[in-house]
């Protein structure tokens, strides 16, 4: 009731025209209407610290981005049927940025068809059908993909192909056991799929596990589920959607956390800063098959503007040394948090890599608390702070604001987040 005359009108207008399959955050939700670095400002010119937001990672509006972008609009738009120096130079600096092996690139608009078009070629290099992913993965809304998208079986039915294992939760106490019950589980992934007579396409893994709850700990987790599977004669899938792009502060990829280095890797949200684009990266060997057999065109991917974009985007990435800052907020931040955690029981577990942070909120007996964490997003954005939770009890704070986020945002975040947990 508290809703402007303005925001219930735009509520209703949205519900008319849009239909019920569109949702809103916040019981007063926001207007946005300009943004800026990590700020962005509502209609009535308040500004809100965007700890949320993981596709603006260059910052919201970069002008260069902006600039390359208008740029080549203004020349041309066409799309991968033509030659185009835009394409080949944007393909050319991101495959600098991968290791030697993954020498392909393919473009897409979304991530969701980015993981659809590594699963399709996977299954036509292994000739197998099968996917292991983790209990509580997000990979896409395509049809094929849904289904291997173990958080959303409570809505779309499993395919009969995917196998789920537990993510590789974060043991502090017991590090060498996560690989090791990993690599378990996978085994006995492969093994059931055997005896119903499926053949291994792929294990599809998110680098950093962030719909499970973001796992980073400890490095090399990966290997002996991974070497599994390739015994087995299926493919390992990076899927970088949330964890590329410079985020752990650490390397330009997700992957390289783990010393692997995988043989499809799948991209998106941060690829345009804000532009639909995505893709996959790939060793040459495995698009073969594929390549001869079905060839590929997507009308939009790969155009010379979404190119020129890309682009700027890794020119930003490169320029402003956005790695090393990622590394520098984010320890500042896991540091503040820690020190909040001591002081507040409702933390549970705290954890970290460059600018991808997990808060954990759990009750006095260790259960996750779904409860506080909402009324910590709600409180938060009363103190001009955007952030949400996640997670399969969705308890934990994701906080994963743009890579241009310094030290005086992090003190910010952590201030308001104090005040907000003493009001709790
Ligand atoms: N993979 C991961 C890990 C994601 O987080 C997402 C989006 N949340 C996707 C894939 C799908 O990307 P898109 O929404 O661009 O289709």
């Not at 949200?269 to 390549?291: D, S």
Request: aromatic fraction near 8%.
């Amino acid at each position: 009731n508290s809703l402007s005359p303005r925001t219930r009108e735009m509520i209703e207008r949205r519900r008319r025209l849009l239909g019920p399959g569109y949702q809103l955050f916040y019981q007063n939700p926001l207007h946005l209407v300009r943004g800026e670095g990590v700020w962005v400002h509502d209609v009535e010119g308040q500004r809100y610290l965007d700890v949320y937001n993981n596709v603006p990672s260059v910052g919201h509006c970069h002008p260069h981005v902006v600039d390359a972008l208008c740029r080549q609009a203004r020349l041309l738009n066409t799309h991968t049927r033509y030659l185009d120096d835009n394409i080949l130079d944007f393909a050319e600096k991101l495959l600098g940025t991968m290791p030697a092996e993954l020498s392909q690139v393919m473009f897409t608009c979304t991530g969701s068809e980015a993981n659809d078009l590594a699963v399709r070629i996977a299954r036509e290099h292994t000739g197998g059908t099968g996917v292991i992913v983790t209990n509580y993965a997000y990979h896409g809304l395509t049809a094929s993909i849904a289904e291997l998208s173990s958080s959303q079986f409570s809505q779309i039915a499993a395919s009969p192909d995917v196998r789920t294992v537990a993510a590789p939760i974060h043991s502090p106490e017991n590090p060498e056991e996560v690989g090791r019950r990993f690599a378990a589980d996978v085994r006995a992934a492969l093994a059931d799929m055997r005896s119903h007579g499926i053949k291994p396409a792929a294990l599809l893994l998110d680098s950093f596990f962030t719909s499970d709850g973001a796992f980073f700990e400890p490095s090399g987790f990966l290997r002996e589920a991974v070497e599994a599977v390739r015994e087995a004669g299926g493919l390992y899938i990076a899927d970088e959607v949330q964890p590329g792009y410079g985020r752990s502060g650490r390397h330009m990829w997700g992957f390289q956390c783990h010393g692997l280095v995988p043989d499809i890797v799948t991209l998106g949200k941060p690829m345009g800063n804000g532009h639909p684009m995505a893709g996959i990266t790939i060793k040459p060997q495995i698009l073969q098959r594929f390549a001869n057999e079905s060839g590929y065109f997507n009308t939009f991917a790969g155009n010379p503007v979404s190119s020129a974009v890309g682009l700027a985007v890794l020119e930003v990435i490169e320029r402003e040394n956005l790695i090393a800052n990622a590394h520098e907020s984010g320890k500042f931040m896991l540091e503040g948090l820690r020190r909040l955690a001591v002081r507040h029981p409702v933390i549970g577990d705290v954890r970290g890599m460059g600018l991808y942070l997990g808060v954990d909120f759990t009750t006095p007996e260790g259960a996750p608390d779904a409860a506080t964490a909402a009324q910590v997003v709600n409180g938060l954005r009363e103190e001009h702070v955007l952030i949400g939770a996640a997670g399969p009890h969705v308890n934990t704070l994701k906080i994963r604001p743009p890579l241009v986020f310094q030290r005086e945002h992090a003190e910010i975040f952590l201030n308001s987040l104090e005040r907000v947990l003493e009001r709790l």
